[in-house]
């Protein structure tokens, strides 16, 4: 990791655009795409017997993103007969390289736009969320998806992921201090520095920063699973209602901070609560699990629909289906059963990245 203070007392690395480029940022997710990236994966050292249901999960979720814009997978060579068999090659294309896992939001690029069409690739050093997992050939990914793309590659001084930003693409972003201001990413750094750091990156002007916890899943609490901007000015926040949850009392925190928040251009924000499902199927993803991911908000945006998980809980499906349609009015609501890629602690969201359209 290299120190802030290399870069001098902001703590900025580089800022690598053309010097005709001066606001490169990051866009809301509601922006058009480009295309969609996801990472075909698995594999028996990390997923065990689980390899094959989460591989055919996989394809069930590239399958339909594939149905709405346009689709890029990462695969090993030696696995590309079977990722095209699973995933299908309709709308999708297939870059074959080395990898240890599936969870594309938090290895890949992140893209920033800019005038001009400029387009860059932000590249946060994935570190395995902390050396909690092996990471070596995911820690190349960014590069491969800014070389696929014909980006600018830009290599922060931040280590963090994808899955912990969130913004409304006018400058407003909402993290989560537990995986950003962590020794496990960034020794030494103050939340002042990564602050800085990450403005100049995303081309933020605002940061809402909400606490999150530490070491209680791999990821240290990535926002993607507790806030999301629906565009600027409303946000759909994580409302855990059990109790016995450590995130009973988080989640009640942020939407106090959120509440009383106001984004880059002064406005107050307009939130809506999505609990989680009260009961999960019973399956061998679920049952006795304590990492199983069951959270609604962790969904993903493609061009005229919005993919959500669903977990068996009629009611609680409904009302994630329901809230969902309200706040977008022109886009299908898909729900999938997505039990094996939730059950290594991820959700859609986690395991697909976006190209914005420039």
């Not at 912990?164 to 960034?186: H, K, M, P, Q, Y």
């Not at 100049?200 to 806030?227: N, R, S």
């Not at 809506?272 to 019973?282: A, V, Y």
Request: hydrophobic share 40%.
């Amino acid at each position: 990791m290299v120190s802030p203070l290399a870069f001098g007392s902001s703590g900025l690395s580089s800022w690598l655009s053309p010097a005709t480029d001066s606001d490169p940022y990051l866009p809301d997710e509601l922006r058009p795409h480009a295309r969609m990236f996801m990472a075909f994966g698995a594999q028996a050292s990390i997923w065990r017997d689980w390899t094959p249901a989460v591989q055919a999960c996989l394809g069930l979720v590239a399958s339909t993103i594939a149905q709405y814009e346009p689709l890029t997978i990462l695969c090993r060579d030696e696995e590309l007969e079977l990722a095209q068999q699973l995933c299908g090659t309709c709308n999708t294309r297939f870059i074959t390289t080395a990898l240890d896992d599936i969870w594309m939001r938090d290895m890949s690029a992140n893209f920033v736009i800019g005038s001009n069409g400029y387009l860059g690739a932000v590249d946060f050093n994935f570190n395995g969320w902390g050396n909690k997992q092996e990471h070596a050939m995911d820690a190349r990914v960014a590069r491969t998806i800014s070389d696929d793309a014909g980006a600018n590659y830009i290599q922060s001084a931040l280590t963090g992921e994808g899955g912990g930003i969130e913004v409304d693409g006018e400058g407003t972003a909402i993290l989560n201090e537990s995986c950003w201001v962590n020794e496990n990413r960034n020794p030494g750094w103050s939340r002042d520095q990564v602050e800085d750091e990450l403005k100049a990156m995303l081309g933020l002007k605002k940061i809402i920063w909400l606490p999150g916890i530490k070491g209680k899943d791999i990821t240290d609490a990535h926002v993607d699973f507790y806030a999301r901007f629906v565009r600027p000015g409303v946000v759909i926040a994580n409302l855990d209602n059990a109790p016995e949850s450590y995130d009973y009392a988080v989640t009640r925190t942020h939407l106090d901070i959120l509440r009383s928040a106001t984004d880059a251009n002064g406005r107050s924000l307009d939130i809506h609560t999505l609990p989680p499902p009260e009961q999960l199927r019973k399956n061998a993803f679920t049952s006795g699990n304590e990492a199983f991911a069951a959270g609604y908000v962790n969904y993903v945006v493609v061009r005229g629909a919005v993919i959500a998980p669903e977990f068996g809980d009629a009611l609680a499906d409904s009302y994630c289906k329901d809230l969902l349609q309200s706040l977008y009015p022109l886009h299908r609501i898909i729900q999938l059963n997505i039990d094996p890629i939730a059950a290594g602690g991820g959700g859609i969201h986690c395991v697909t990245h976006h190209q914005p359209q420039v």
